[in-house]
């Protein structure tokens, strides 16, 4: 059975700080030191934390976030992301997504790594972390720490993918394609650019300049004529046309000017990211659970876990017996079931759970545990 990533929109709960010290910034630190320098417990394997991040690791360097305080299914309940099928099977969905993403894509290139991301890297270096996955697409996380494995669960902005021949391409060449085709897009790009509405992705201050702010460089303009908007073809298919499965020779067609013709029937690009309602690759599914079978506890950094993808991955934590963290702003998908049988003896070495920002507290963890290292 292929795993789809799809959404998860039900209410969720006001998290439950474990232990109860946690409820402060100290408190949290001092929680998360104990959990990742607890020894393993019987069960495990090996000796390895596993990390899996969120959208929320990545809000300090200034990208939106799905489910926190400001974050799109919270203040924009009627934002509905594009759905797989929906991109590959209509033309005019197409250039509805490119023309948002075209928008979009200025502030999340610019955006870099916060110190949430440097501070992974180091409890790696430490050895306290062994791997990451992560369900964000913006990589930082290989960015910033390039000797950690990590695991892209749901693929990456920065290459796009043709749905034909599976060639990658560079998403900051198509950016510049995206500009020379659609001059008076490009315009309209430099004038919202100048008055600063890119500058964040919060909510209430794109709003107010007639912006609608979603998650992965989308930028909704209401009334837009998205209808206009055009796109290239992948060059691998323009340039050698590949065999279609069932014979002949796949049609790639462009007007004068490069865009991709409507009656071709191959040579779509799509952002390398699964998108909701595809299918996740099978090495990418494998990968993340041998990550976590091979690890002896795992901390949640970021996520809600709202999409099946990620929280699976922390139910089989689960049923493997092995320690949970969670690091995280706000309620996360059936954490009540992940923390149903703490003992109440718990300081942080069997679990912990707070809610506090991953760029203040990440940093702060990775400073007692670089002490505590030169002590010994």
């Known amino acids: 059975m292929p795993l789809l990533r799809v959404p998860y929109t039900d209410p969720l709960p006001l998290p439950k700080i474990i232990p109860s010290s946690a409820s402060t910034a100290s408190g949290a630190i001092a929680a998360l030191v104990e959990f990742l320098s607890a020894p393993s417990p019987p069960s495990a394997a090996k000796d390895k934390t596993v990390l899996l991040t969120g959208a929320g690791i990545s ?9 926190g305080t400001n974050g799109t299914y919270t203040l924009n309940r009627n934002y509905r992301p594009i759905y797989f099928n929906e991109f590959c099977e209509s033309h005019e969905a197409r250039k509805r997504y490119w023309a948002r993403s075209f928008l979009g894509w200025t502030n999340l290139h610019r955006a870099k790594p916060n110190s949430a991301h440097v501070a992974v890297g180091r409890l790696g270096e430490l050895g306290v972390v062994r791997k990451c996955v992560t369900q964000n697409v913006d ?3 290989p960015s910033a720490h390039p000797s950690l494995p ?10 796009l993918v043709c749905l034909t021949c599976r060639s990658e391409y560079s998403r900051a060449a198509f950016q510049k394609q995206l500009a020379m085709l659609n001059p008076a897009w490009a315009a309209f ?10 500058d964040t992705e919060h909510p ?32 691998v298919c323009l340039e050698k046309p590949p065999q279609r499965p069932g014979g002949g020779i796949v049609e790639v067609r462009v ?43 795992v901390l949640v950094v970021g996520s809600s876990l709202a999409t099946y993808s990620a929280w699976r991955l922390i139910k089989r934590a689960k049923e493997n017996g092995m320690p949970i963290g969670i690091l ?5 998908r059936g ?34 545990l670089e002490e505590d290292k030169i002590l010994r």
């Open 189 to 198: 790009l430099q004038q919202i650019i100048a008055t600063g509405a890119l």
């Open 150 to 159: 990590t695991i892209e669960l749901h693929g990456y902005l920065r290459s």
């Open 335 to 368: 954490e009540e079931s992940f923390f149903a049988d703490v003992s109440p003896e718990n300081t942080g070495w069997m679990a912990v759970r707070c809610s506090e920002p991953a760029d203040k507290i990440l940093p702060q963890v990775v400073k007692v």
């Open 59 to 67: 809000v300090a360097s200034g990208l939106a976030d799905y489910r």
């Open 204 to 235: 209430d201050e794109r709003q107010k300049k007639g912006l609608k702010t979603n998650p992965d460089g989308d930028v909704d303009i209401p009334n837009a004529p998205y209808t206009t908007f055009r796109y290239p073809a992948c060059p």
């Open 255 to 297: 007007d004068k000017d490069g865009a991709w013709a409507e009656d071709s029937n191959g040579g779509i690009l799509k952002p390398a990211v699964i998108m909701f309602g595809e299918s996740i690759p099978g090495p990418t599914k494998t990968a993340a659970e041998q990550a976590i079978d091979e690890a002896s506890r």
């Open 139 to 141: 990589s930082f996380h």
């Open 328 to 332: 995280n702003l706000g309620g996360v």
